[in-house]
């Protein structure tokens, strides 16, 4: 992954995930970055995830391709998290003020060979097998106190296969991710 971004980048892009939302409602443009951070303007992939006031998930959508700024992917998965996933219905406006907002900025996938090479709390899993795929953030297994393989099945079941599906036939990529929200950075444990 390439530097980390600085605070100020960090509330900058959460700044454009939650304008995004915002002129979606007002059918408006989406925002342009306000500053002139040069990693703004990288090619990177992130997901955009969304939580209720309870603190409950309400929507995350992402994108690993690394095809344009970091800055417009983010403004583009915003408007994914909070009206196309498929799992929630469109987030409503009066709901926006109560949603929080948390962006990971992801590293490029890696292909591994070995489970081994999974390390809870810094990597997130995409597993890919036939035409099923599905992938679980990094912070998902700190979260929901996973071990390894908890981990590796959960990701299996996302991707719409059996929990074991992953010790055969499968392709397993990791990467990292660089996780912040508004109410504040995570840190892997």
């Known amino acids: 992954m390439t530097e980390e ?25 989406p925002p342009e970055p306000l500053m002139q951070s040069q990693r703004l303007k990288e090619n990177r992939g992130a997901f955009v995830t969304l939580h209720d006031k309870n603190h409950c998930l309400r929507g995350c959508i992402g994108s690993f391709m690394a095809d344009k700024p970091i800055y417009m992917t983010v403004r583009e998965m915003a408007v994914q998290a909070a009206f196309h996933d498929p799992r929630f219905s469109p987030l409503e406006e009066e709901e926006l003020a ?6 990971s900025v992801l590293s490029p996938l890696k292909e591994i060979d070995d489970v081994d090479e999974i390390e809870v709390g810094k ?21 929901c106190c996973w071990d390894r393989r908890t981990f590796l099945e ?10 074991d599906g992953w010790k055969e036939g499968a392709r397993i990529l990791t990467y990292s991710a660089q ?11």
């Open 5 to 29: 971004l600085t605070i100020e980048e960090q509330n900058e892009l959460l700044r454009i995930a939650r304008e995004s939302i915002s002129a979606q409602f007002k059918g408006s443009p």
């Open 98 to 103: 109560d949603i929080h907002i948390e962006i």
């Open 123 to 143: 990597h997130g899993i995409y597993i890919v097998k036939g035409f099923h795929c599905g992938t679980l953030l990094p912070q998902v297994a700190v979260e």
């Open 154 to 163: 959960h990701t299996c079941m996302k991707a719409g296969l059996p929990p």
């Open 179 to 189: 996780i912040f929200s508004e109410i504040g950075p995570k840190h892997p444990k």
